[in-house]
């Protein structure tokens, strides 16, 4: 819905947004939540309350043997409630780690510094593959893939862009004098400041599944940096074998435009991805 023009003061305006999202939300309105919110006086409350009554007729009503307000059988919302969907209680999985605790503050601070200072570092990495090692590198920018914190940057050992994973860093440090060559200069990592389409539609082997409730049958588009275009894929576990082969409940979906990705795009990461075939 086009949001309304504002004819109130910002401040005030939030007061009477936050009570429409309450209402709309929870279906309940007392004066304590916008005391505790905001931190004003009761009757402060009533008046924000009042106020939004005279704006919104037929949005509240209120419940004498309750001593509260409730959402009014013709309630219109005045404002985007799309803004606040977070107010729905959502069940949020539990994450194995937390991506940054508070041993890990100072290398964050450390890094974010560095990657608004074009500056680069010295790291102490320990990756799965090849065990602890120190490495020179120039960071882009954090990113999160929904399960954990990763550094996007330039390798220097490895000569090209590559992701870190945050929790995996053990100790970072300016690398002081030290002059950033074009080639390993943030600008120029072409996978994350390229964004790309991707073209999902349903497995199949599930179209009864997802077409009817999810995507349709035309699927639809997500927008996405290259860089993370193998994350989404993965967690997602859309499948990106040549000829849709992965079977099971698992695979909702398949990628439509697998050649058009994959020119831009690492897709290693993503289910049943085979290079040699896409040659």
């Known amino acids: 819905m086009k949001e309304r023009k504002r004819d109130l003061p910002d401040a005030q305006e939030e007061k009477l947004e936050f009570v429409e999202h309450l209402a709309y939300f929870c279906g309940i309105v007392n004066r304590e939540d916008i005391t505790t919110r905001f931190g004003i006086s009761p009757a402060s409350a009533t008046n924000i309350l009042s106020l939004y009554s005279q704006k919104a007729p037929g949005n509240l009503d209120y419940n004498i043997r309750l001593k509260r307000y409730e959402i009014g059988r013709t309630f219109k919302p005045i404002y985007d409630v799309?803004?606040?969907i977070e107010r729905i209680p959502v069940y949020?999985?539990?994450k194995l780690h937390k991506p940054v605790d508070n041993d890990a503050i100072e290398r964050l601070a450390v890094i974010s510094r560095a990657i608004q200072r074009t500056q680069s570092l010295t790291i102490t990495y320990s990756s799965v593959s090849s065990g602890t090692s120190t490495r020179q590198i120039v960071p882009v920018a954090f990113a999160d893939n929904w399960?954990?914190?990763h550094l996007r940057a330039y390798d220097r050992k490895r000569e090209k862009y590559a992701d870190f994973v945050f929790r995996?860093?053990?100790?970072a440090n300016p690398i002081e004098g030290d002059t950033i060559r074009n080639h390993e200069h943030p600008n120029n990592d072409k996978e994350w400041h390229s964004f790309i389409d991707l073209k999902i539609k349903a497995h199949p082997h599930n179209l009864a599944n997802v077409?009817?409730?999810a995507i349709g049958t035309d699927g639809v588009s997500v927008e996405i940096r290259a860089a993370m275009t193998g994350y989404f894929l993965r967690i997602w576990n859309v499948d990106c074998s040549p000829d849709a082969?992965?079977?099971g409940k698992a695979y909702q979906y398949v990628l439509a435009n697998m050649a058009e990705v994959a020119k831009v795009a690492d897709l290693r990461l993503a289910p049943g991805y085979d290079s040699e075939m896409q040659n």
Do not use: A, D, M, Y
């Not at 995996?168 to 100790?171: A, F, K």
């Open 82 to 84: 799309r803004k606040v």
């Open 168 to 171: 995996r860093i053990q100790l």
């Open 147 to 149: 399960l954990q914190w």
């Open 211 to 213: 077409e009817s409730f």
């Open 92 to 94: 949020t999985l539990p």
């Open 245 to 247: 082969s992965l079977r």
